[in-house]
């Protein structure tokens, strides 16, 4: 399963990351690692990007890179 695939207000845990080079990074430099906590809490009206809480604070995300971040 997918971040992608979780529903709003469901939380989260990251299991690994399959993006690659500066993706990856790039999702790592917002905070969000392995064992991470997430919290989905709303969707854009046109359903891109995805808003989750990770570590205390909103982050936005496009639904392309919550693709990438698998969980539990």
Do not use: C, F, N, Q
Not at 46 to 64: A, N, Q, W
């Amino acid at each position: 399963m997918t971040l992608k695939d979780v529903k709003i207000g469901g939380k989260a845990t990251v299991l690994k990351l399959t993006g690659t080079g500066a993706i990856k990074r790039r999702i790592m430099d917002m905070g969000i690692t392995k064992g991470v906590e997430i919290h989905v809490r709303k969707l854009a009206p046109l359903g891109d990007p995805i808003e989750v809480t990770v570590r205390g604070y909103e982050l936005s995300i496009r639904k392309e890179d919550a693709e990438m971040i698998e969980v539990k």
